[in-house]
């Protein structure tokens, strides 16, 4: 069965700390993975990783994938309090759906 | 990034009435939209695959008569929750899948059944 595991469930960090996300996945036909970032409503789309080693970067927020290791890392750096959100991962297989990980709640601190 | 509406944003009825959620992707065309339900904390969970002019694909333990969903044109799929009950009051998201693999997702129906 798919499956995708993130890690840690929950964090809780003070503002200027780096943190690091972590998503790994058991996926039949893996033919990408997402990164979102959900706050009170809907994911907004973070990054897309569909080949290994590449580092995708936007501002404070990097990601990469490794599809020998089967996982991913998201980098967040000098974290901020508008940075306190569930961040989700999800890997869309080759069965043409997204399975989607139990997601990683951040909370940074003042 | 593609923009997809969703409506209505929040919803209250009475218990055995009959809920419609409109999907609309408004600046592309999305030949394929997923419907999910989430619950508070939790992740996202796939209902069903709604491919433009054919019938849905609905995942294991999902209700077909329950949730009708409708593709009816490049722009446009709905959820129909009928005779809603309590236990179906949840978070409804809809996202369309674009160029490549990218999902955007919709900003969500807050269904609460009374």
């Known amino acids: 069965e798919d499956k995708v595991v993130q890690s840690p469930l929950s964090l809780v960090v003070h503002e200027g700390d780096t943190v690091t996300l972590n998503c790994s996945y058991e996926v039949t036909n893996f033919r990408s993975l997402l990164w979102y970032k959900q706050e009170k409503k809907a994911p907004t789309f973070l990054f897309m990783l569909?080949?290994?080693?590449i580092e995708k970067k936007s501002g404070r927020l990097s990601s990469i994938l490794d599809k020998k290791e089967l996982f991913s890392i998201l980098n967040i750096t000098a974290t901020q309090t508008g940075d306190s959100a569930v961040y989700l991962c999800?890997?869309?297989?080759?069965?043409?759906?997204?399975?989607f990980g139990t997601g990683t709640r951040l909370k940074v601190l003042a | 990034g593609a923009v997809v509406s969703q409506h209505p944003s929040r919803v209250i009825c009475k218990s055995g009435t009959s809920v419609k959620i409109e999907c609309r992707s408004l600046?592309?065309?999305?030949?394929?939209m997923f419907w999910y339900r989430q619950f508070p904390k939790q992740s996202l969970m796939l209902m069903a695959t709604s491919n433009e002019g054919s019938k849905a694909t609905y995942e294991q333990g999902v209700e077909k008569d329950k949730f009708l969903i409708n593709h009816a044109s490049l722009t446009l799929s709905t959820l129909t929750v009928t005779s809603a009950h309590p236990e179906d009051s949840s978070f409804y998201i809809c996202?369309?899948?674009?160029?490549?693999?990218?999902?955007?997702f919709g900003p969500g129906t807050r269904l609460t059944v009374l």
């Open positions: 996202s369309a899948r674009v160029w490549d693999d990218e999902q955007f």
């Open positions: 600046d592309f065309q999305a030949t394929t």
């Open positions: 569909t080949s290994s080693g």
């Open positions: 999800a890997v869309y297989s080759g069965t043409y759906k997204y399975i």
